[in-house]
Each structure stands twice: as structure tokens, then as C-alpha cells.
């Protein structure tokens, strides 16, 4: 489609149409998850090539890391790869033709985001040493 | 993109499972190695299955995210942009599994 802006062909209706309802929010939360994952495995890389490369870029990675900029990002990763790997077994589930029912679809979309939050919760506590 | 959907779709699916088990490793890993100083960071990517599982995460990831993109690209964007965006995600895959493999096998062979 080269042509694409002067082709006559259909577009599907677009995002701002469909009425808002949790699954509608858990399919744009799993595109703008992995668009986040995206970038933080990019960032992610920096840190282990300072690692390989040199102290000094290391401890630069670092200071950003253990700035409040950095804890957020962090938090947003974790949260993010949570969401992408559970609502992603929605899609696998879904792969096999099935969980579409309305109720189930729900259920499973509420499940995903509450699951994530906790989970993210829990592994920031214990990763910054809460329970030792 | 023509004529590439169904390998595409199959690569999606088969990393995906492969990343499942990779990030329930990596989330319980992750934020102490993040948050660790120079010599413990270096000391826990010597360990061979970090390292390994880490090489993994990184391409087996790359994939995935290249794919995820690429779809994205393709449904949003509909002028000569799309091709410039789409080399640019593939040149960003091979960039990430490039220095991370790169990285990782350095390190790890350092000690």
C-alpha cells in the first residue's frame, strides 16, 4: 500500500469510536506496555555495556538509576513487563479460540491489571531489600 | 511486510512462550541487579545461568519487541514514514542484541 493516504480502501473504525469498557482498556494498555518494555530493554542495554565497557559509564547508568527518576522507571518496567506477560497469556488463551465470552473477557481483564499491581508491589518491596 | 504474516504471527507466539518463564526469572532478579554496585553487578553476570538467562531475556526479547512494533507501525502509519520507521525498528533489534550479546559474553569471560 504505497499509496496508502490516497487509497479508497476501508480503514477499521478507530480507537476514539468504541465505547470504553476494561477490555478495550487492557488491549491499548498491552500495546502501551510494550512500547514502554521497548525502551527499557533499550535503556537496559546502556547499563550492561557500561557494565562491559567502563566503571565510569557504569557509575553514570547508576546515579540515574538511584535517582528518584530512576525508581520510577523502574517501577513502570516492572509493572509493565507484569501486565504484558499475564494479559499476554490472555492472548495465548485466546489463540486456542477461547475465553471470549463477555463475563470472562472482563474477569480476566480486571484480573490482569489488580495481579499486575500487586505483583509490581510485592517485587519493588523485595528487590530494594524490604524483607531482608 | 507483505508475505511475511504468518511467520510473523508464529515468531510472536513462540517467543512469547519463551519469554513467560524468562520474566518470572528476570522480574525476581532483576531489581537488586539493577540497583547493585559495579563489583556485584559484574560478580552476578559471571554466574553462568544469569548470564545465559540474561543473553536470552535480551534476544529472544528483541524479537518479540521488533515484531510488537512493527505492528504498530504498520496500523498507525500510512505514508512513505512507515518504511523509514520500520528499518529504523529493525536496526534498533540488531543493535540491542548486538550489545547485549556483545556485553554480557565480555563480562562474563572477564571474570
Given amino acids: 500500500m504505497a499509496d496508502g493516504a490516497a487509497s479508497k480502501r476501508p480503514l477499521s473504525p478507530h480507537l476514539q469510536i468504541w465505547r470504553f469498557t476494561v477490555t478495550l482498556a487492557a488491549s491499548i494498555t498491552h500495546r502501551g506496555t510494550g512500547v514502554v518494555l521497548y525502551g527499557g530493554l533499550l535503556l537496559m542495554a546502556l547499563w550492561v555495556i557500561g557494565l562491559a565497557l567502563s566503571p565510569e559509564l557504569f557509575a553514570a547508568v547508576s546515579a540515574i538509576i538511584h535517582s528518584p527518576l530512576g525508581f520510577i522507571l523502574i517501577v513502570g518496567f516492572v509493572w509493565s513487563l507484569l501486565f504484558h506477560l499475564m494479559n499476554g497469556l490472555r492472548h495465548l488463551y485466546w489463540d486456542y479460540g477461547r475465553g471470549f465470552a463477555m463475563k470472562t473477557a472482563t474477569m480476566t481483564a480486571w484480573l490482569v491489571y489488580i495481579a499486575a499491581t500487586l505483583a509490581t508491589a510485592l517485587i519493588i518491596w523485595a528487590g530494594y531489600g524490604g524483607g531482608a | ?111
Fill in chain 2, 1 to 111: 511486510m507483505s508475505k511475511k504474516g504468518t511467520s510473523a504471527f508464529i515468531l510472536q507466539r513462540a517467543s512469547a512462550v519463551i519469554l513467560a518463564p524468562l520474566s518470572i526469572w528476570f522480574l525476581f532478579e532483576i531489581v537488586s541487579a539493577l540497583t547493585a554496585d559495579y563489583a556485584t553487578a559484574r560478580a552476578w553476570l559471571s554466574v553462568p545461568l544469569n548470564a545465559a538467562l540474561l543473553g536470552a531475556f535480551f534476544i529472544i526479547g528483541a524479537l518479540h519487541m521488533r515484531i510488537g512494533l512493527a505492528e504498530i507501525i504498520v496500523d498507525y502509519v500510512h505514508s512513505w514514514a512507515k518504511d523509514v520507521l520500520l528499518f529504523i525498528n529493525w536496526l534498533a533489534a540488531l543493535g540491542l542484541i548486538a550489545a547485549a550479546a556483545w556485553s554480557i559474553y565480555t563480562i562474563f569471560f572477564a571474570g
